[in-house]
């Protein structure tokens, strides 16, 4: 084992600290990472704040972070996918037991036995749970480490292994392309990658925000259209138009507003998760034969794709880089959806804070 500095939260109560976590020496198949750049997923506040205590409660100390990038600074004897010196990313997973008919379909997502990024039993001993990427450095199995496609500012592609998957699958899934029309719901970390990403496949895209400063950005990030979701009149109009809405929100809203503008048998996607059960009416999905799902990430394999496809269009996050030191008022920020568009952890400042 070594030691390595972290930010934490003791309790759900607590703002980030310096701390210092232990991490694993690497074993025959893991890759030792130093992390450069972290992205501020809603999720990790969701999680050390332990809003999602029913689903998936918090243990403290909690270190978040699943939008790591870095530089490969050890492997082990048997690695042969990535070696020293190689720009590398981990996301939300960082193991998984790769036997099950989900890991070998390429779904560890979906593995029953999936050790998440952070706050997964640590099955090394290493810790009482595993530890996110607010930190100096990780080490994981080489078959959850993405390669990165040269030419990517770096801090930009930190947030594609949350914000970036967790929209692409979703969108491929449902045949997003030319000739959709296609929502975005909740301009944020995920619904501004969900833009780029929608716009890339080809498809018409049209961003609902409650926010009216956001609309030209919206535009800018490759909306055709963007809609003022508190504006009933904005909304009427396009009632019963939409393909596919993707919906990013992270608090309670009204999804019978949404569900009224998809088409006949139009579909739904929630990957937004607030903490709180949504109300649902029967009739927003009896009226039109209309469907309501759910996506989770996305597996490895799927995630190489994003990176390979972002790369290829030239998609990156749009960040602001803060200093780890910042974290606690970047919390406070994303609370009140006061981020343009992610914030991504320059982690220079930890090694040298
Ligand atoms: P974020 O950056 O905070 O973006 C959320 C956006 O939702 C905000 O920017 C805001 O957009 C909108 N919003 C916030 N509060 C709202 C409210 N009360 N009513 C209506 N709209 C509101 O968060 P994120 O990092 O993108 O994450 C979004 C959600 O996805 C979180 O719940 C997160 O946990 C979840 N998530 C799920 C997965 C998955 O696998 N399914 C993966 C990652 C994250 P406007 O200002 O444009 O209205
Ligand atoms: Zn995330």
Redesign the pocket.
């Known amino acids: 084992m070594f030691a390595s500095k972290a930010f934490a939260a003791a309790s759900a109560t607590s703002p980030l600290a310096l701390d210092t976590i232990n991490r694993r020496e690497p074993g025959p198949h893991d890759v030792q990472i130093d992390i450069l750049f972290c992205g501020?997923?809603?999720?990790d506040?969701?999680f050390v704040r332990n809003e999602?205590s029913d689903v998936f409660p918090a243990t403290y100390p909690a270190v978040p972070g699943h939008e790591i990038l870095g530089r490969v600074a050890r492997i082990g004897p048997e690695v042969t996918k990535h070696k020293v010196g190689d720009i590398v990313a981990v996301g939300?997973l960082v193991g998984s037991d790769m036997t099950c008919p989900a890991c070998q379909a390429g779904l560890e997502?979906f593995c029953a036995n999936a050790t998440m990024t952070f706050g997964s039993v640590d099955s090394f001993g290493t810790a009482p749970t595993t530890y996110g990427g607010y930190s100096e450095t990780i080490v994981v199995h080489e078959h959850f480490v993405l390669r990165v496609p040269p030419g990517l500012d770096l801090a930009g592609t930190a947030p594609l292994l949350?914000?970036g998957i967790?929209t692409y699958s979703p969108l491929r899934r449902f045949g997003v392309g030319p000739g959709r029309k296609v929502g975005i719901?909740?301009?944020?970390?995920?619904?501004?990658?969900g833009t780029k990403i929608a716009r890339a496949l080809g498809a018409h895209v049209v961003?609902?925000?409650?926010?009216p400063a956001?609309a030209d950005d919206?535009r800018r990030l490759g909306a055709d259209e963007v809609v003022i979701?508190r504006d009933a009149n904005q909304m009427r109009a396009h009632a019963g138009t939409f393909d596919f809405i993707l919906d990013?929100?992270?608090?309670?809203?009204d999804l019978n507003q949404y569900m009224a503008l998809l088409r006949l048998q139009g579909n739904l996607t929630?990957?937004?998760?607030?903490p709180r059960p949504l109300a649902l009416s029967a009739f927003s999905l009896i009226f039109g034969n209309r469907n309501l799902s759910?996506?989770?990430?996305?597996g490895i394999p799927q995630t190489q794709e994003m990176l390979d496809f972002c790369a290829a269009h030239a998609i990156t996050a749009d960040v602001e880089v803060i200093a780890i030191q910042q974290v606690n008022e970047a919390y406070d920020r994303?609370?009140r959806?006061d981020?343009r568009?992610?914030f991504c952890i320059d982690m220079a400042s930890l090694r040298n804070g």
């Not at 719901?185 to 990658?193: A, D, E, I, K």
């Not at 929630?270 to 607030?274: D, K, Y």
Request: hydrophobic share 40%; glycine share 14%; charged share 5%.
């Open positions: 501020i997923c809603h999720s506040m969701h999602w939300c997502n949350c914000a967790t719901v909740g301009l944020g970390g995920l619904g501004h990658m961003v609902f925000t409650t926010t956001k919206a979701s990013t929100v992270s608090a309670d809203h929630l990957v937004g998760a607030p759910g996506s989770n990430i996305g994303l609370l959806s981020v568009y992610r």
